[in-house]
């Protein structure tokens, strides 16, 4: 699948020093080094790979107003406080997004036309009808929708209802990235690809980083690798859940068979533990995504429950093939709460979306910006930790992925 966003960055050549050295180009690296250049700072970028090449170009395309948990959950993890700070920054995450879109003229077929989260059973119904009431006592334009509305909505009679969020919407993520890399580059960062760090070190006042044969210095220093660290364990390394989720994608669909699937563009997300994921691009393409690694032996599994999926709930898709299919990583945290870390004087690390990179990566991103250039903490979504710890990753990751694929062995059978 084609990106309408191009991007490329030479390896790098020489030593250089800078205000801000960032490490990661996805969406908060490329965000945050967008909103540093455009504040007069000099920034230097260092992506080990290409830009959006980890879970930001592997992203379901969603960009939502807020994360997986409802807002009273949040509320008791983080304190009254702490909750709403977060809450509130992430409701204008959609906003800041498409405004960001609209002001770079970023090519990724934004499409500002909502989302459903769509009740895979009668509980799921029952957990959106909490979220709603608890979305509304806040002020969200949130709208429950039964199942006769959620049926024309989606043209699938499988969902029990659905709840509406009209602030969110959809776009192209590889596409978003890239153009975020793109806008920075022309703010004046300097952005590298191909340039993996391997040692990170705080020296007279200064952080000095090994990028290849190179040494970087910068008074300020963001990690922004999330899910796709490499390498570097000391002064800090993220800690988190590495869970894999795929997508697979049809070919344009034809009309009149297209015509009554997703009619209004939104992006859907089911209730379901396993959830699933649901949208259109311009092109007419059914982008249908679950938890599962399609890279790894058991992707077969995770393509045959997708090609099910795809017949039990558009039965007139039954013989529609996929034409694409990736697999990404998400950077998991047990409470399911973004985490920003500052590890050393001047320095920080974001990371912990949990499946929700676009609005909240590009909100952190620019909000770590800020706050390590003035080096006021005030400003950002959430306070920031010293240290953080996150115990049996690797048994964790597997329980995810062994969940998934019994899920998707048994599930969606006709």
Same mark, same amino acid.
């Given at each position: 699948m084609?990106?309408?966003?191009?991007?490329?960055?030479?390896?790098?050549?020489?030593?250089?020093?800078?205000?801000?050295?960032?490490?990661?180009?996805?969406?908060?690296?490329?965000?945050?080094?967008?909103? %540093?250049?455009?504040?007069?700072?000099?920034?230097?970028?260092?992506?080990?790979?290409? +830009?959006?090449?980890?879970?930001s170009?592997?992203?379901?395309?969603? $960009?939502?107003?807020?994360?997986?948990?409802?807002?009273?959950?949040?509320?008791?993890?983080?304190?009254?406080?702490?909750?709403l700070?977060?809450?509130k920054?992430?409701?204008?995450?959609?906003? +800041?997004?498409?405004?960001l879109?609209? @002001?770079?003229?970023?090519?990724c077929?934004?499409?500002?036309?909502?989302?459903?989260?769509?009740a895979?059973?009668?509980?799921g119904?029952?957990?959106?009808?909490?979220?709603?009431r608890?979305?509304?006592?806040?002020g969200?334009?949130?709208?429950?929708l039964?199942a006769?509305?959620?049926?024309?909505?989606?043209?699938?009679?499988?969902f029990?209802?659905?709840?509406?969020?009209?602030? %969110?919407?959809?776009?192209?993520?590889?596409?978003? $990235?890239?153009?975020?890399?793109?806008?920075?580059?022309?703010?004046?960062?300097?952005?590298?690809?191909?340039?993996?760090?391997s040692? &990170?070190?705080?020296?007279?006042?200064?952080w000095?980083?090994?990028?290849?044969?190179?040494?970087v210095?910068? @008074?300020h220093?963001?990690?922004?690798?999330?899910?796709?660290?490499?390498?570097?364990?000391?002064?800090?390394?993220?800690?988190?859940?590495?869970?894999?989720?795929?997508?697979?994608?049809?070919?344009?669909?034809?009309?009149?068979?297209?015509?009554?699937?997703?009619?209004?563009?939104?992006?859907?997300w089911?209730?379901?533990?396993?959830?699933s994921?649901?949208?259109?691009d311009l092109?007419?393409?059914?982008? &249908? *995504?679950?938890?599962?690694?399609?890279?790894?032996?058991?992707?077969? /599994?995770?393509?045959?429950?997708?090609?099910?999926k795809?017949?039990?709930?558009?039965?007139?898709?039954?013989?529609?093939e996929f034409?694409?299919?990736?697999?990404?990583? +998400?950077?998991?945290?047990?409470?399911?709460?973004p985490? &920003?870390?500052?590890?050393?004087?001047?320095a920080?690390?974001?990371?912990?979306?949990?499946g929700?990179? +676009? *609005?909240?990566?590009? $909100?952190?991103?620019?909000?770590?910006? /800020?706050a390590?250039?003035?080096?006021?903490h005030?400003?950002?979504?959430v306070?920031?930790?010293?240290s953080y710890?996150?115990?049996?990753?690797?048994?964790?990751?597997?329980?995810?992925?062994?969940?998934?694929s019994?899920?998707?062995?048994?599930? %969606?059978?006709?």
């Amino acid at each position: 699948m084609s990106s309408g966003e191009q991007f490329s960055a030479p390896s790098l050549k020489r030593e250089t020093c800078v205000d801000l050295a960032v490490i990661g180009g996805g969406f908060t690296g490329c965000s945050a080094a967008l909103e %540093a250049a455009r504040a007069g700072a000099s920034v230097a970028l260092f992506e080990a790979e290409s +830009i959006g090449y980890g879970g930001s170009g592997r992203n379901v395309g969603l $960009v939502n107003a807020g994360l997986w948990l409802p807002p009273e959950v949040l509320i008791a993890q983080l304190g009254h406080e702490g909750g709403l700070r977060l809450i509130k920054a992430l409701a204008k995450a959609p906003d +800041i997004t498409f405004e960001l879109i609209d @002001r770079e003229a970023i090519d990724c077929e934004a499409q500002r036309k909502g989302t459903l989260h769509l009740a895979h059973s009668p509980n799921g119904l029952s957990d959106l009808e909490d979220r709603h009431r608890q979305g509304v006592a806040l002020g969200a334009p949130l709208r429950l929708l039964d199942a006769t509305e959620t049926a024309q909505r989606t043209g699938s009679h499988a969902f029990f209802g659905s709840l509406h969020d009209p602030r %969110a919407g959809t776009i192209q993520p590889l596409a978003y $990235v890239r153009g975020l890399a793109r806008a920075a580059q022309s703010a004046g960062a300097v952005l590298h690809e191909r340039s993996p760090v391997s040692k &990170i070190v705080f020296e007279k006042e200064t952080w000095a980083l090994v990028v290849g044969d190179y040494k970087v210095k910068a @008074r300020h220093l963001l990690v922004a690798t999330n899910a796709y660290h490499l390498g570097i364990s000391d002064p800090f390394r993220p800690q988190f859940v590495p869970v894999q989720y795929c997508q697979y994608a049809t070919a344009p669909l034809p009309e009149p068979l297209g015509t009554a699937i997703l009619p209004g563009r939104e992006g859907c997300w089911d209730t379901a533990l396993v959830m699933s994921s649901l949208r259109r691009d311009l092109a007419g393409r059914l982008i &249908i *995504g679950g938890i599962g690694n399609s890279d790894r032996p058991g992707g077969k /599994l995770h393509a045959a429950w997708a090609a099910r999926k795809l017949a039990a709930l558009f039965p007139s898709l039954s013989r529609q093939e996929f034409t694409h299919g990736w697999s990404g990583r +998400i950077a998991m945290t047990r409470d399911h709460v973004p985490k &920003i870390v500052a590890f050393g004087p001047r320095a920080m690390a974001c990371f912990g979306y949990s499946g929700r990179g +676009i *609005g909240p990566g590009t $909100v952190f991103g620019r909000g770590c910006a /800020l706050a390590l250039l003035s080096e006021n903490h005030d400003s950002l979504p959430v306070k920031p930790l010293e240290s953080y710890d996150e115990r049996f990753t690797a048994a964790r990751a597997l329980w995810y992925e062994f969940g998934a694929s019994l899920v998707h062995t048994t599930s %969606a059978r006709l």
